[in-house]
């Protein structure tokens, strides 16, 4: 990894700060109710890389993890309540919310749990209704 390109990151008052290096497995945008409600967006627009990418720089033990259900470990920084990741065990990645990297060129690929859409986005990426078959979903397609 030395060799490869470095993104900085961090929260939203900047207590904690991270790098991810090299490449994303996957971009693209979720839309399933967990992200909305956990973004209070309409729509979450997702990095994820593998666990040894990230490196917490600064602030490690400033940040909270709050679990829904046992596929996502959401990480926020206690003093501002940025968010920071989302770790996915079950898949072995951790999701690095695209907005926190704002040098990462974001090419989004696909976007998941679309069946849960509340904003339908006609971008042309294909929409699938739950997850890629290689991430242990159905990876059915939806239409836009």
């Known amino acids: 990894m030395d060799n490869e ?7 939203f008052c900047g ?3 991270f790098t991810v290096t090299g490449e ?10 967990s992200c ?11 990095t994820l890389w593998k666990p ?18 046992p596929a996502s470990y959401r990480k ?8 920071l990741f989302t ?3 079950g898949m072995k990645l951790i ?5 926190l990297l704002p040098a990462l060129p974001y090419t989004p690929q696909v976007h998941v749990h679309y069946q849960e859409t509340v904003l339908p986005l006609k971008d042309g990426l294909p929409k699938i209704k739950d997850l890629p078959k290689e991430m242990g979903g159905s990876g059915e397609s939806m239409d836009e």
């Open 76 to 83: 926020w920084c206690k003093t501002c309540g940025g968010h």
């Open 36 to 46: 909305r409600h956990w973004s209070a967006g309409p729509v979450n627009a997702f």
């Open 95 to 99: 999701d690095v919310y695209a907005a």
């Open 24 to 33: 994303p497995v996957e971009m693209g945008y979720c839309h399933c109710e």
């Open 87 to 89: 770790e996915h065990p």
């Open 15 to 17: 207590a904690v700060q």
């Open 52 to 69: 040894e990418a990230i490196k917490v720089t600064q602030g490690a033990d400033n940040i909270g993890t709050y679990n829904k259900t």
């Open 5 to 11: 390109k470095s993104y900085h990151g961090c929260c």
